[in-house]
């Protein structure tokens, strides 16, 4: 070792030296410039196989501000892998693309400048788009390198980049020829407040305030002929049965009357089974609507009949299509009454509601007003707008169909954690609607796509013309093939950003179109199928499940071999942290706040999967583990670069002829250790791998054996040998979640100019087997003696006459005795360790329970114990005529030893200690 290196001489300074502090504000940003200059973590240059490396899928931000905890945090969970899999397979893929088309940037853009879409042309806005989302970019771009992120900024990809763009408009031509994809006019999802159609993935769920009404319609005329004295036990109101007669419904959406196009009852309703076939006069409107059966009808709530309007909910559009009913358009694509709606026509939905009703009530139509909380649908990640249903025409990609093989396709993944597979598989199994993949935006990646002017007849681009703008390019057609006419229109709707970002695998695998050969491939096929897909678990059923559609309907692959899902940060109280809220922690606060590494070392405290509220005391342990690395790493470079007894060690750094027991120990116990960690990485298992590790390095390297090493007589190249396998294989370990002490450690210590820390092999164990239990018991026996003459006053180097220790220390008793300076230290293998005689001095109650449970009685319990008077029996204390179970009470004891010496017990050893000779 030596205490000096410089590991590169071409790249920028990037001298390390162990002999003063550590100072991570000047060590991380020198090495974050490093990484990103010397291209440290660009994939495909080292000798690793490609076929073998380690593929890692990186989801590409939406680009809608700035980088909040969430981000910080799943990121490095990212990066975790990355680094691992760099070292354990020799290479690892890790590229990374920004989202920037598509809803989000359009709403950051107006938001950002102060202005509206509609106030362009489309190309105008869309180059305002670009230059908002350029410096968004740039900013996160410098945040994720800060954060030490290990990303091959050479693969790098936009999602609205012209490569990506043509990836995206293939992927719409393949499935178009597949026969996957359809144009449709139907009732479709729509949010008033963007203008645009949206799939069932982008609602949510919201609990809102509102008010149940109870409407009167005019019953016009039955069906068939009333049964005598209908009853409903579950309404207030008289079961219709005369023309003229009231028909109550209740409904949260008055503004919708003037859409209603039929009413329903259930069959199985005896009561109301008369107006089947009848029909209602709608009030304040006038006109007349169909009664019909349907056992979508919940029988047993209110009066039974429901109202039918285009469209209220999906039972709205299911009875539309099942019954045939009219269509009535009363609501506008941007939330405002139709002319069908008469006097009420311009208003917005709120404003025609609060009218609806002040006319109903007038007219004595209005029965009765309860406020209620319910649930409504909103666009959720946009603009949280209640959504609506209308008639628009629009492209799908068909999925219902093939439902099953995409169960299956997420049945053959790996999950982590695998709680997470029932969130995509619920999603699956509640899918109602096929994929609605075209928006009425203008920031988009447009559909390669024209129209016939005569026929409608679908014109698409040849893959070699890719990308094309229909709304600027010409069809390579001259005429239309299906009717010969000569004129088209371009389709102006772009994809849904989903569309574009579930390609990310055949994206960075080079998935594409091969003009020579006229076939769609991949360029670098040893990337595909990806090895990992790491996520946030509230986009499983955004980005993972139309990921996996996309790829099983173009490679008939299942695009990954595992999943990693991250949870949420959470605020103290465990509630999402939000800006409504003010509860958000700001990352570049922490990030000014601590080292790097200390975040990093945070981010890896947590199972996978969960969601965890954010705390600094984790910050504080990794800063306090960073000092510790780089002390013992000065440590560790004194004592073996000194030999100890002042003879040099090895310089090529072979295993000494012999091993003392001790280090033979440690070496055997570092193995177990490189195994455990090892294990805990391949399966995710971060914060057990950071528990193992960090135990190891603290408690037994630091706490023991450098201790023991510091004062050692002989025995130089043994232990100058084991402090430097076990201090360059923890650098090794640590590697991936704390890279920068780990890199400016590996740089001054271990570096010959060039190489990298994290371009090193993963440590394995090195097949030692000494008997770890006498290791184990000497390391605790020393931890003990510590203690006992921390707690006595005595300084660590006082010397003690004598101690016995009852228990296996074969080959321990010197180094032992040595570093914590006994005099005579005498093992007992078999020998019964002495006992300390126990005595009851006090029983406390558990006030909080014995209070409330025995009331006046607590008085005479504690009598009885004063007194003595009880009795203790199978964990259950007897006193004053109470019998208080285990958790009631906790006995309090005195332990005295009446042999020679002091009696000194641990949980791992029995030892006595003679202080008098």
Not at 41 to 48: I, M, V
Not at 107 to 127: A, C, M, P
Not at 416 to 432: A, D, N, Q, T, V
Not at 494 to 499: G, K, L, M, S, Y
Request: glycine share 6%.
């Amino acid at each position: 070792m030596s205490t000096q290196r410089e590991t590169d001489d071409t790249d920028g300074e990037t001298d390390s030296d162990l002999s003063g502090g550590y100072d991570p504000e000047a060590v991380e940003p020198k090495w974050r410039d490093h990484w990103v200059d010397a291209q440290t973590y660009r994939f495909g240059d080292g000798d690793a196989d490609p076929d073998t490396a380690y593929t890692i899928d990186t989801p590409p931000p939406t680009v809608s501000g700035s980088l909040h905890m969430g981000h910080l945090y799943g990121h490095t969970l990212q990066d975790f892998a990355a680094r691992f899999h760099r070292m354990y397979d020799g290479d690892a893929l890790f590229p990374f693309g920004y989202d920037d088309n598509g809803i989000a940037s359009e709403l950051l853009t107006e938001q950002e400048l102060g202005i509206h879409h509609s106030d362009y042309s489309r190309r105008e806005f869309q180059e305002k788009c670009r230059e908002v989302c350029v410096d968004y970019e740039e900013s996160f771009t410098e945040e994720l390198q800060s954060l030490g992120v290990s990303v091959d900024w050479s693969r790098t990809y936009k999602t609205i980049e012209p490569r990506v763009q043509r990836t995206s408009q293939l992927s719409f031509i393949d499935l178009y020829e597949k026969g996957r994809e359809y144009r449709e006019r139907a009732p479709t999802i729509w949010c008033p407040d963007c203008e645009t159609a949206i799939s069932q993935v982008e609602m949510e769920e919201e609990k809102r305030d509102s008010e149940f009404v109870d409407i009167a319609f005019t019953l016009a005329e039955t069906g068939s002929e009333p049964p005598a004295n209908p009853q409903r036990d579950e309404s207030e109101y008289a079961v219709p049965t005369a023309p003229g007669d009231e028909v109550v419904i209740s409904t949260t959406r008055p503004e919708l009357l003037p859409a209603c196009v039929a009413m329903f009852v259930h069959p199985d309703d005896d009561a109301n089974q008369h107006l089947v076939g009848g029909t209602c006069e709608v009030p304040l409107f006038g006109h007349e609507v169909p009664i019909y059966a349907d056992d979508r009808v919940e029988a047993d709530t209110g009066t039974g009949i429901v109202m039918c309007c285009t469209f209220g909910d999906q039972t709205d559009i299911e009875w539309y299509q099942a019954h045939d009913l009219d269509l009535r358009v009363a609501i506008d694509e941007s939330a405002t009454m139709t002319e069908l709606a008469g006097n009420y026509e311009g208003l917005s939905t709120k404003a025609a509601r609060a009218a609806i009703k002040v006319d109903l009530d007038d007219e004595g139509a209005l029965l009765a007003r309860d406020p209620i909380e319910h649930v409504v649908q909103v666009h959720e990640r946009s603009c949280d707008a209640a959504v609506e249903y209308l008639v628009t025409e629009q492209w799908y990609i068909e999925m219902l169909d093939h439902t099953e093989e995409y169960l299956e396709a997420g049945r053959e993944m790996e999950w982590y954690p695998e709680k997470m597979f029932s969130r995509y598989e619920h999603w699956i199994e509640g899918l109602e609607w096929d994929w609605c993949i075209s928006r009425q935006r203008d920031s988009g990646i447009p559909f390669p796509v024209w129209y016939c002017a005569d026929c409608n007849e679908e014109i698409l681009a040849e893959p070699e013309r890719l990308p094309v703008d229909p709304i600027a390019d010409e069809p390579s057609v001259d005429a239309c093939p299906a009717c010969g006419h000569d004129g088209f229109e371009p389709e102006e709707d772009v994809f849904d950003t989903w569309a574009t970002s579930s390609l990310t695998p055949l994206i960075n695998a080079g998935w594409g179109y091969d003009e020579e050969t006229g076939e769609i491939g991949f360029d670098e096929p040893d990337l595909y199928p990806i090895d990992l897909r790491p996520q946030g678990h509230d986009i499983v059923s955004f980005w993972l499940f139309h990921t996996v559609v996309k790829c099983v309907e173009h490679t008939g692959e299942v695009p990954f071999e595992g999943v990693l899902i991250n949870g949420w940060v959470l605020d103290k109280n465990r509630e999402k942290m939000s800006s409504s809220r003010g509860n958000v922690v700001s990352p570049s606060t922490v990030m000014d706040e601590y080292p790097t590494d200390a975040i990093r070392y945070w981010a890896s405290g947590y199972a996978v999967g969960d969601d965890f509220p954010y705390k600094t005391n984790e910050l504080r342990q990794g800063e306090k583990l960073i000092q510790k690395l780089w002390n013992a790493s000065k440590l560790v470079d004194d004592l073996a670069s000194e030999g100890l007894d002042g003879a040099p060690p090895e310089p090529s750094g072979a295993e000494p002829p012999a091993l003392e027991p001790v280090d033979e120990w440690l070496l055997s116990k570092l193995d177990d250790v490189v195994e455990t960690v090892t294990n805990h990485f391949r399966g995710h298992e971060y914060a057990k791998a950071r528990t193992e590790l960090r135990g190891f390095f603290w408690d037994t390297f630091c706490d023991n054996y450098l201790e023991l090493a510091k004062q050692r007589d002989g025995a130089a190249e043994s232990t100058a040998y084991t402090l430097r396998t076990v201090h360059e294989t923890v650098l090794r370990l640590f590697a991936p979640i704390l890279p920068f002490v780990t890199e400016e450690v590996w740089a001054a210590a271990y570096a010959d100019g060039t190489e990298s820390v994290h371009r090193q092999s993963w440590p394995e164990p090195q097949g030692y087997d000494a008997p770890l239990a006498p290791g184990e018991r000497a390391m605790a026996v020393v931890s003990a003696l510590r203690s006992f003459k921390s707690d006595r006053g005595l300084a660590l180097n006082a010397d003690v006459p004598a101690v016995d220790v009852y228990g296996d220390l074969t080959g321990f008793e010197d180094a032992v005795a040595s570093v914590m300076h006994v005099e005579d230290l005498t093992a007992y293998p078999d020998a019964t360790a002495p006992e300390a005689t126990a005595e009851i001095v006090d029983i406390d109650l558990d006030y909080a329970t014995v209070g409330p449970k025995y009331g006046g009685a607590v008085g005479d319990i504690e009598a009885a114990i004063a007194n003595e008077e009880y009795e203790l029996d199978d964990n259950t204390l007897h006193a004053a005529g109470e019998t208080l179970t285990a958790d009631e009470f906790e006995i309090v004891e005195e332990h005295s030893y009446d042999g020679d010496g002091e009696l000194v017990e641990t949980s791992e050893v029995v030892m006595v200690v003679h202080l008098d000779e």
